[in-house]
């Protein structure tokens, strides 16, 4: 399965391992939950996912490499202990608490979270001296004497031999304890991933051209050469800071994350007709709503490939216009919900003044957000969105504190008017990014009418995070049309496919 259907199942395991019964017992008890394990190549996103998955099942995460320890870190060290048995005294060798399982209740301690996620990766490439500490922890969760405290769900992660010459099989006693899910790469889901976090455009649409080199891992007499969808993510994040710094990734640098030379190279030249087609076709002007017939002529002789580039410019630019869309009215959201909570009450007389209740809900917002920071529960954009109202909520009790002394009602109108500038700000780039949209249509039909590369165009935002959010938004009729084209033809081409499958 693919990594996002990989996502959902363990997701729907946690939910089920974690529900209890009446009397407050897990309904599976803790031994037969068994340890989830995730089999797939390198770079495919295996731990990636256990972070989504932990912030949102809002439970706690601790990870571990298994190949990084030892058995007396994953054990714990022995020491010896006197007990009684039968009135005789003995010498016992018990072990410290591992490493391991202490970091399970330093979590729960620092978090307040008595449930979570104990991920292991690689459990398949531990040492001679380890595997059997390993295999009794997948039976037992246990670590030595220990036991991984219940409300834990254990996650272990690993690779194919093909991929991995450390890698040990698990014999049929072992596999029959846990629970395996295979899973294999797939661009059409990564890209989805991509587009929502704002993943180099020149990556996403190399990719798009050949997808073959998504995820490709050789082993030749020559070495081992490899492509992975963690080395063109890490890629995209070092070209687009090479960017701000004004620099350019030559074909060492690509090297350096895409180990496979061969479409190290291939991408490299890409990137050079990316940067140049940016500056050829320019961008922005087209955005803007200056549409030059030479250039649509142009790009309609182009070759295809030259086509997709510039389609993934338009895309790209059009993109960081609707996540600034989205990022303004979430934030826009949050910021209503907490106002709401301090409107004025004008029968309660002791009810305390506006600037104290505001001062006391910015209070209360910092605190909550940085325990969901600390928990690991919120991701980056979550955690820049909660920054901003915290500086809003600041500047609107700073307003206030500055101004004239005004009662309740007077100065929740104040309130009101300051927060109707982040709503007018909305609908400002809520408009803005629409007719962006707009002049990228009608740059779209002059170069190529209805053709197939609009077919890809209209294909690529309904892909896109950003862009199927901002859809639901604004009303753009020609999308809508395209779209229905678009849906028309892929059940007549389903419906033509039956057709043909019957006559066989």
């Not at 407050?24 to 340890?35: F, K, M």
């Not at 048995?85 to 591992?98: A, D, H, I, K, L």
């Not at 209070?363 to 109202?389: F, H, M, P, Q």
Request: aromatic share 12%; charged share 30%.
């Amino acid at each position: 399965m693919n990594i996002k259907r990989a996502k959902e199942e363990i997701k729907n395991t946690i939910e089920a391992y974690l529900l209890k019964d009446a009397y407050g017992s897990y309904e599976i008890p803790s031994l037969r939950q068994r340890p989830i394990f995730l089999m797939g190549p390198p770079g495919v996103g295996k731990t990636q996912i256990m972070e989504q998955v932990a912030r949102e099942c809002k439970i706690g995460l601790v990870a571990y490499t298994i190949t990084h320890h030892t058995r007396q870190s994953a054990v714990g060290l022995p020491f010896i202990l006197d007990k009684e048995f039968g009135n005789e005294t003995y010498r016992v060798t018990e072990y410290t608490m591992s490493e391991i399982v202490a970091s399970v209740y330093e979590k729960m301690e620092t978090t307040g979270l008595k449930e979570g996620i104990l991920f292991i990766d690689e459990i398949n490439c531990v040492s001679e001296t380890l595997a059997p500490t390993m295999l009794q922890f997948l039976q037992y969760k246990t670590f030595g004497n220990h036991k991984i405290p219940e409300g834990w769900v254990i996650v272990t992660a690993g690779n194919p031999p093909e991929y991995n010459k450390s890698v040990r099989d698990f014999d049929v006693v072992t596999l029959d304890r846990i629970k395996l899910i295979h899973v294999e790469p797939d661009f059409e889901v990564w890209k989805a991933y991509a587009y929502e976090n704002d993943l180099h455009p020149a990556v996403i649409s190399y990719l798009n051209t050949k997808p073959e080199h998504f995820c490709r891992i050789e082993t030749t007499v020559d070495g081992k050469f490899f492509a992975t969808p963690r080395g063109w993510e890490d890629l995209s994040r070092f070209i687009q800071i090479y960017e701000r710094l004004d620099k350019k990734a030559d074909r060492d640098v690509v090297g350096e994350y895409i180990q496979f030379p061969r479409i190290a190279k291939d991408f490299t030249n890409y990137l050079e007709l990316y940067y140049k087609y940016r500056e050829d076709y320019q961008i922005e002007e087209i955005l803007s709503g200056t549409i030059r017939e030479s250039l649509c002529n142009k790009l309609s002789r182009a070759p295809f490939d030259e086509k997709l580039n510039v389609i993934g410019l338009l895309l790209s630019r059009l993109s960081q216009h609707f996540r600034r869309v989205a990022d303004q009215g979430d934030r826009t959201a949050l910021l209503m919900d907490e106002l709401k909570k301090i409107s004025p009450d004008l029968n309660d007389v002791e009810s305390d003044s506006m600037i104290k209740r505001l001062s006391d809900l910015r209070s209360s917002w910092k605190e909550t957000w940085d325990k969901k920071r600390e928990a690991g529960l919120i991701n980056r954009r979550e955690d820049y969105l909660c920054r901003d109202v915290e500086a809003l909520l600041l500047k609107y009790e700073e307003t206030l504190r500055n101004g004239d002394d005004l009662n309740d009602q007077a100065s929740w109108d104040k309130l009101r008017e300051l927060f109707a500038e982040e709503t007018a700000k909305y609908e400002t780039f809520l408009a803005d990014a629409g007719k962006t949209l707009e002049y990228a249509f009608d740059f779209m039909e002059a170069a190529f009418m209805d053709g197939q590369e609009m077919v890809v165009f209209v294909t690529e935002l309904n892909t896109g995070y950003y862009s199927v959010k901002f859809l639901k938004e604004y009303e753009c009729e020609r999308y809508y049309q395209y779209n229905e084209r678009l849906l028309f033809k892929d059940r007549e081409d389903e419906l033509r496919t039956r057709i043909d499958n019957l006559g066989k």
